[in-house]
């Protein structure tokens, strides 16, 4: 168990639609990363928080957005869905700029399969 | 753009054989991530590596940093049929942030 979290496991839904996916982030970490994989595109970086800030932007679709709150969980937000967006999409965390040894490595939670039919 | 290119894409063995695969990049990582997926799981961190040169062992598992920060090497020695799974080599992109950027992986068979 990696301590970061995912909701929902699974999630069946229309295209046109709108979804929106949970993550939290291993107790104390401030950096919550969001990435999507799929058979053909391998694992892509999607965006990263740090500490309720955007910190970086991978190949994220306008269609989709992420914010990171307070209490430091972060939920990605994907809209207009397409075919397409079926796959899996992962979140991980770091504890990035606690000053510790290996703070870059990212922990990954279960992820959530997203199926758009 | 960057890449991490994966070698053998995949290889099936026997139980208690050794294991080798290996990820190269046209530029300089300062760190490499050896991650393990099973099938519906999310990545595993086994391994990171942040000095060239630099030999790393996690059990049956050791892996090495590259002389030329370019590369890097996953053994695995004695494999069991849980060794099955895709095992991805990542390192730092060259964004601003502290993203990953993943190779495309090497998908284990272990026959018992």
């Known amino acids: 168990d990696s301590g970061v979290t995912q909701t929902p496991k699974h999630l069946i839904t229309a295209t046109g639609q709108r979804v929106t996916l949970r993550c939290s982030p291993r107790?104390?970490?401030?950096?919550v990363y969001w990435y999507q994989q799929s058979l053909d595109q391998g694992l892509q970086f999607l965006i990263q928080y740090y500490n309720g800030e955007e910190r970086a932007k991978g190949n994220i679709l306008e269609r989709f957005s992420a914010q990171q709150f307070p209490d430091l969980h972060s939920e990605l937000n994907l809209s207009s869905l397409e075919l397409g967006d079926s796959a899996l999409y992962f979140c991980?965390?770091?504890?990035?700029?606690?000053?510790?040894?290996?703070?870059?490595?990212?922990?990954f939670g279960p992820g959530t399969r997203l199926t758009v039919l | 753009g960057q890449q991490l290119n994966q070698s053998p894409q995949s290889m099936f063995i026997q139980e208690g054989e050794d294991v080798s695969m290996n990820c190269t990049s046209s530029s300089i990582f300062n760190t490499w991530l050896w991650y393990k997926q099973d099938p519906g799981e999310g990545p595993v961190l086994l391994i990171a590596l942040y000095k060239a040169g630099e030999l790393t062992s996690n059990g049956r598992l050791t892996a090495q940093f590259g002389i030329t920060r370019k590369d890097s090497f996953l053994n695995i020695s004695a494999s069991i049929p849980s060794d099955v799974g895709i095992y991805f080599c990542?390192?730092?992109?060259?964004?601003?942030?502290?993203?990953?950027?993943f190779g495309k992986g090497t998908t284990l068979s272990v026959s018992s």
């Open positions: 107790s104390g970490d401030l950096s």
């Open positions: 990542a390192g730092p992109t060259n964004q601003a942030g502290t993203a990953l950027i």
């Open positions: 991980a965390s770091s504890a990035e700029g606690a000053g510790l040894a290996g703070d870059n490595e990212q922990f």
